[in-house]
């Protein structure tokens, strides 16, 4: 492998804008959530969901509803 300095610095220099940009977004969305409006009494921020929850929800009704395929089947 050829291993040029300035491939090697303009990658060092990317990957470390990279963090930077990362850094300062976190910073961001840290300090907006700050700002955020809070809720009424009696009302709860609704989560975003993540895609894990929503495929282990889903998993659990489709095991479900071949239990209960399984289950009428055999009373007929």
Do not use: C, H
Not at 11 to 17: P, S
Request: hydrophobic share 45%.
């Amino acid at each position: 492998m050829n291993r040029d300095p300035k491939k090697l610095v303009a990658a060092t220099i990317g990957v470390i804008e990279y963090l930077k940009a990362e850094s300062e977004r976190a910073r961001q969305e840290k300090m907006a959530a700050f700002e955020a409006p809070s809720l009424p009494v009696g009302q709860q921020a609704q989560p975003a969901g993540s895609l894990w929850a929503a495929s282990g929800r889903m998993e659990i009704m489709r095991f479900r509803n071949l239990m209960e395929l399984r289950i009428f089947r055999r009373g007929r």
